[in-house]
């Protein structure tokens, strides 16, 4: 029986990835990945592993997330190391934690390897920083793209908008003109600043940077798109001032 490393990819820089995670697939046998992953941190593993695509973009699967669990436990019997390399951070809306419970409940030993989270790398190479002695001393990062009703109420947006000073939002372009709506009607001003950020730390990264009250129009009239997160709150005003000595991609 083998072992299960969820190990976390980051946000896309090679740079970013963490030497654990590196090591990881330079020596797996199988790595099973996720579709947000970089095509330079893909080159990472070891050319005798075994690579299987289980990413989901927007509805489309390669793997349905029951048949990539199961893959994983089959792996596991037949491998010594097998990877489930995931965007991000296995935790931060990876879908890690359901992974990982899967595996134990199947007797498999696993281990998690944390990655750089999107919300906090991708802000940091536009320029914003999360928080700031002047602008904010809090932050809540949230999804905009929610399993709602299946095993939990929606997200309470009015808390959202009233219990933190920054907000960061994954995968909520889709939904942003339902996300827009719903910070208003709790009380946030339609001329607090937000800041996109597609393709956060990749050569190609690029932002879009707004208000509450114009941001959709924005959207539709650039054509900007998934994949993104977004950033709210007065830090985004930091974005003019540090965008300039954003790191450069490795």
């Not at 998690?112 to 904010?136: D, W």
Request: glycine share 12%; aromatic share 6%; net charge negative.
């Amino acid at each position: 029986m083998g072992k299960v490393y969820l190990v976390g990819a980051g946000p896309g820089d090679p740079g970013l990835m963490t030497l654990k995670g590196k090591g990881l697939l330079q020596c797996a046998d199988v790595v099973i990945y996720d579709a947000l992953v970089s095509p330079a941190i893909l080159e990472m593993i070891n050319p005798q592993a075994e690579q299987i695509n289980a990413g989901k973009r927007m509805g489309r699967h390669s793997l349905l997330q029951e048949e990539t669990s199961q893959l994983l436990i089959e792996k596991a019997q037949d491998h010594a190391i097998v990877v489930r390399l995931k965007g991000g951070d296995p935790f931060i809306f990876g879908r890690g934690g359901e992974e990982m419970a899967e595996l134990v409940e199947a007797g498999i030993a696993v281990e998690v390897v944390p990655g750089i989270t999107a919300g906090i790398a991708a802000a940091t190479y536009a320029g914003i920083p999360l928080t700031h002695r002047l602008y904010s001393s809090s932050v809540t990062f949230v999804t905009g793209h929610e399993s709602a009703g299946k095993y939990r109420p929606a997200v309470n947006w009015q808390a959202i908008a009233q219990g933190s000073e920054t907000i960061v939002i994954y995968m909520g372009i889709h939904n942003l003109p339902y996300i827009v709506e719903q910070l208003t009607l709790a009380g946030l001003s339609v001329e607090t600043a937000i800041a996109l950020v597609r393709w956060g730390t990749r050569p190609e990264q690029e932002e879009l940077i707004g208000e509450l009250g114009t941001i959709v129009e924005q959207v539709e009239e650039t054509g900007f798109s998934a994949p993104a997160i977004a950033v709210i709150g007065a830090v985004v005003k930091m974005h003019s001032i540090l965008a300039g000595c954003r790191p450069v991609s490795s």
